[in-house]
């Protein structure tokens, strides 16, 4: 299997625009994904473009201001084929109709929102999510399961959260830290990580 987020990700986080200050929309281009700005946040319009993994920003630079992702819009990745997984990041509190509706290729999504987004019901219609796994932050496991579309997935597993990569003893005491595909890594990855303890109990924690 090909690891996690490695043949495409989006480096939106990176974007700097240049334009007047406007309280109106502003529409901006990066990466092949078309985004909406406004005061509240930023919102993903079109990203029909991409192919393999994505993993989406928290933050989007522009104006040298801070835009939280807050959104991702009607039909955004439809019938995208390519789209092979998603990582949805903590800001984001709707997603629109048809957002990932006949993504069929679409195997992993990671939602690692605070709480269960505003979601419409056909937001992965025909994209067979019930042979798809999902992963969301632990604490809102039950929610996810209890709440259509997302209780339609195959599998969904809530996974702890950290902040950094630092300090990787603070999750457990002598850990043994592996990827997803089982290979042994040296420190905790930014993405979902496997990690056995000394009584040989295992542990998934997410690293945003």
Known sequence: MRKLFISILCLLSAVSVSAQESSDPVII?????????TEEGATILDGTVIKGDLRLPDILKYNDRDCRLIGIGDEAFKNDVGLKSVFIPAG??????????????????IC??????????????????????????????AAFRDTAPWSG?????????????????????????????GRRQHQLQRGVNLIRKADGSVRKVMVR
């Open 29 to 37: 281009t990066a990466s092949g994904i078309r985004i909406m700005l």
């Open 92 to 109: 984001v509190k709707t997603i629109g109709s048809q957002a990932f509706a006949g993504c069929t290729n679409l195997r992993t999504v």
């Open 112 to 141: 690692m929102t605070n709480g269960v987004p505003s979601t419409a019901a056909d937001a992965f219609a025909d994209a067979g999510i019930s042979q798809d796994t999902l992963y969301v932050n632990i604490t809102y496991e």
């Open 153 to 181: 997935f195959g599998r969904i597993e809530g996974v702890g959260v950290v902040s950094g990569i630092d300090n990787p003893t603070s999750v457990a005491a002598e850990p043994v830290i592996f990827d997803l595909n």
